[in-house]
């Protein structure tokens, strides 16, 4: 099976004279999780949506299988992103939008079966934990190389966090994954490749060791 690598370096960004990003590389590839960790307001999501392209930095180079993309969202099959706030438009059936993105609804109630009663209700008779879920699990079963995550076990059980990242874990053989959350201990464990984003630039971190000596933990 042949690697899809994706890349994103020189990144620049700027909100009113204030950096935010600076010279950020960062690299994810199929059959790799790749964990973006960092304080609030570091810049993690707004690097997730320039990788995505919903935003664009002051410079940037994107680019897939070394090709320069000047927006990756306009490219069949190429990512899909799971946003921090709800995204998907609540009067859309489930069934409208497994057929939107091309996952089969079954699929989705063999890993959880509390959807099974939703197939014809709208998106907006679940709970936020719900919805929440039902979008993080159609953004990673989706037949694309490339999941952006943006906190996906917000406001989901501790049950359902652990059943997504199992999902996490075998969904990676097939196309690469970029993800960060506040529960850190979740990202790293279920990382391959790790990045600290701060003071506007990433270091690649290895050990929770590294999280101390670069202030993210305590000791």
Known sequence: MTKDVLEADSVYLEYNTRTILSDVYVKAETGKVTGFLGRNGCGK???????????KG????????????????????????????????????????????????GDITNEFPIFEKYQNQKLGSLSGGEIRLFEAVVVLLSDVKFVILDEP??????????????????EKHKKGIMITDHLYKHIMEASDDLYLIRDGKTFRIHTHDDLVRHGYLLK
């Open 45 to 55: 999501s707004s690097l997730m949506r320039i990788i995505f392209g919903s935003l």
């Open 153 to 170: 076990f917000s406001h989901i059980m501790p049950l359902h966090v652990e059943q997504l990242k199992e999902i996490i874990n075998r």
């Open 58 to 105: 002051n410079f940037q180079s994107v680019r897939l299988n070394k090709q320069y993309q000047e927006s990756l969202l306009t490219s069949p099959n190429a990512i899909r992103y799971l946003p921090q706030k709800t995204f998907i438009p609540k009067q859309l059936s489930i069934a409208q939008i497994c057929n939107l993105f091309k996952v089969s609804f």
